[in-house]
T-cell receptor, first 109, second 111 residues
């Protein structure tokens, strides 16, 4: 099955700075890569996704990049705000969603 | 469109008992997946159902089982509960090739 590695496991950034989370996957046939945000006590929510035929996708302050050759993809959050504090999960869809272990992001005011 | 609904939200059970959790997917979604979430293990895939058939299964013991009905609603069952089964159980529904949308989860506590 798919093996998804996510780094770092924790990330602390100053408000206004950028945050980057990276994930690698093993199955080159995977073609859909969503990212989820889970706030404390809440369900994971889909925040952005990218397909294998696209190299980059942006939605306001968040962006995702995909390098299919290297089998890695990254989430970029710019101008971080306190409400960005949460656990972020990357996922890879190869018949089922395989999740990374999660990154706890803390934005310091 | 209504979101994914899971019932009950909270459960307390005793070791050795069994439990059944329910998930109603988003209308039109035929795929339902179940995940176990614990602080130390993250999101662990249990199984996925599509059109009443189990399509994928994770690495959980046979005490964990599920099914899906013709209206796409799904249930998961855990028999002979153990303390280590205490977790948040999340179900997610999806349409083919799209991301999954999660329910609020069922918080199971085994005492």
């Amino acid at each position: 099955g798919e093996n998804v590695e996510q780094h770092p496991s924790t990330l602390s950034v100053q408000e206004g700075d950028s945050a980057v989370i990276k994930c690698t996957y093993s199955d080159s046939a995977s073609n859909y890569f969503p990212w989820y945000k889970q706030e404390l006590g809440k369900r994971p929510q889909l925040i952005i996704d990218i397909r294998s035929n696209v190299g980059e996708k942006k939605d306001q302050r968040i962006a995702v990049t995909l390098n299919k050759t290297a089998k890695h993809f990254s989430l970029h959050i710019t101008e971080t705000q306190p409400e960005d504090s949460a656990v972020y999960f990357c996922a890879v869809n190869d018949y089922k969603l395989s999740f990374g272990a999660g990154t706890t992001v803390t934005v310091r005011a | 469109k209504a979101g994914v609904t899971q019932t009950p939200r909270y459960l307390i059970k005793t070791r050795g008992q069994q439990v059944t959790l329910s998930c109603s997917p988003i209308s039109g979604h035929r795929s339902v997946s179940w995940y176990q979430q614990t602080p130390g293990q993250g999101l662990q895939f249990l199984f996925e159902y599509f059109s009443e058939t189990q399509r994928n299964k994770g690495n959980f013991p046979g005490r964990f089982s599920g099914r899906q009905f013709s209206n796409s609603r799904s249930e998961m069952n855990v028999s002979t509960l153990e303390l280590g089964d205490s977790a948040l159980y999340l179900c997610a529904s999806s349409s083919s090739g799209e991301g999954a949308f999660f329910g609020q989860g069922t918080r199971l506590t085994v005492v």
